[in-house]
């Protein structure tokens, strides 16, 4: 694994930085340190623009091969552009979910019809996309779902029911991938297929869902007969899960170094309020502070680790320890948070329910280590795939 950068890599460096200090400036300069989890209602509108602006500079789908509109960037520039990228606090991305996860899952499994029709909108900012995998039966096991899909006939298009729950940014859209069961007599990870849909039709209902942090940027999705063109299904029926579990590798993936730049922010942020207030006096704040900061160097090294010799996509087993050790590292960064403001963690900026942006963040963290597969499932997956040990035995009535 390579832990330095050579010059030709400085130079990119030093082209990103000059680019985010001319540009994220007038309109933009209201986004810096703004979105990402937890303050994702935040100027929707001016981060779609933002997205927009990234792809006329050439700044979106970095990783991407040149011939699908990236850059064709090694891992160590995409590592670059991260960490230029959250050093001029550059908002939280709304085309993440295309960019780092719907697109990459084409490239590696899509038609060359789906890769001309859907990538073109992800690269210049202009189409955004959400994920339909969780359900209220299924949360964190995929398997489980049961959401249907059969194959209309005299339409010639797939027909889709069921229900999908915590989709973020669905209600700001344009299309959501989703995992729907092709075979109804079918169990576990067999009989499902990966659908490209537009959310704009009849037939997909999206409602917010008030959150603990008084915002709604995650959704309920409801599909009522949606329908889905006969050709937008990834690969072919009954082989989604080998999609979907091709999807979860980028999640844990190269996108995982944007997610990083927003927990270096807070961390900052922390940083300087423990400063300003004498909390950095403080034996056990400095102490818990330093011990936040290895666990972000541990996630930069291990991410760099994990993407190192990955010719297909896929990852090092690394990556299976990737969920657990950021779910519970952010969660322990937002009780840091309150330790640190002391007093004012408990006072409202203003009324009725405005909270700042540490405070929504301890809010939100709880729900780290529980969606995107909770705790108790990633150490499953840790023992039975990365380990070998015999799986967890099922309960039966």
């Known amino acids: 694994m390579k832990l330095s950068f050579s010059d030709e890599d400085e130079k990119f460096r030093a082209e990103v930085a000059l680019w985010l200090f001319e540009n994220l400036v007038g309109e933009f300069e209201q986004l810096k340190f703004r979105g990402g989890p937890g303050d994702e209602h935040m100027f929707p509108l001016e981060r779609k623009k933002w997205e927009q602006k990234l792809a006329q500079g050439g700044w979106t789908c970095i990783g991407w091969p040149k011939e699908y509109g990236g ?65 209220p039966g299924a949360g964190s096991d995929l398997a489980n779902v049961n959401t249907k899909a059969h194959f209309d006939e005299a339409k010639g298009k797939w027909i889709i029911s069921g229900q999908k729950v915590w989709t973020s940014l669905a209600h700001e859209s344009d299309y959501i991938f989703v995992i729907a069961r092709t075979n109804p007599n079918s169990s576990a990870h067999k009989g499902l297929g990966f659908f490209l849909m537009k959310m704009d039709q009849p037939g997909i209902e999206v409602r917010g869902i008030r959150q603990l942090t008084g915002t709604s940027e995650f959704n309920e999705v409801f599909f009522d007969q949606a329908e889905c063109d006969a050709d937008d299904i990834v690969g072919q029926p009954g082989e989604g899960w080998a999609i979907a579990m091709g999807l979860l590798n980028f999640e844990r993936g190269v996108s995982t170094l944007g997610q990083q730049m927003q927990f270096q922010n807070e961390l900052n942020q922390i940083i300087d309020i423990a400063k300003a207030n004498g909390k950095s006096q403080n034996p056990t704040i400095r102490q818990r502070i330093a011990d936040a900061h290895i666990g972000l160097k541990i996630m930069r090294y291990n991410s760099m680790r994990m993407l190192s010799d990955t010719d297909d996509g896929g990852l090092q087993k690394e990556a299976l320890i990737y969920k657990l050790f950021w779910a519970t590292w952010h969660r322990d960064l937002g009780e840091l948070a309150m330790d640190v403001l002391g007093p004012e963690a408990e006072i409202l900026e203003s009324g009725p329910y405005t909270l700042t942006r540490l405070q929504a963040m301890y809010l939100f963290v709880r729900s780290d280590t529980i969606y995107g597969g909770t705790n108790e499932i990633q150490r499953n997956i840790i023992a039975e795939r990365g380990l070998g040990m015999p799986k967890e035995p099922k309960i039966t009535a």
């Open 71 to 135: 850059r064709g960037c090694s891992i160590e520039q995409q590592v670059i552009f991260n960490e230029e990228y959250a050093r001029a606090g550059a908002p939280g991305r709304v085309g993440h979910i295309g960019e780092g996860l719907a697109g990459p899952t084409l490239i590696a499994f899509g038609s060359e019809a789906q890769k001309q029709k859907y990538l073109p909108g992800i690269a210049a900012g202009t189409a955004l996309w959400c994920q339909g995998y969780s359900e």
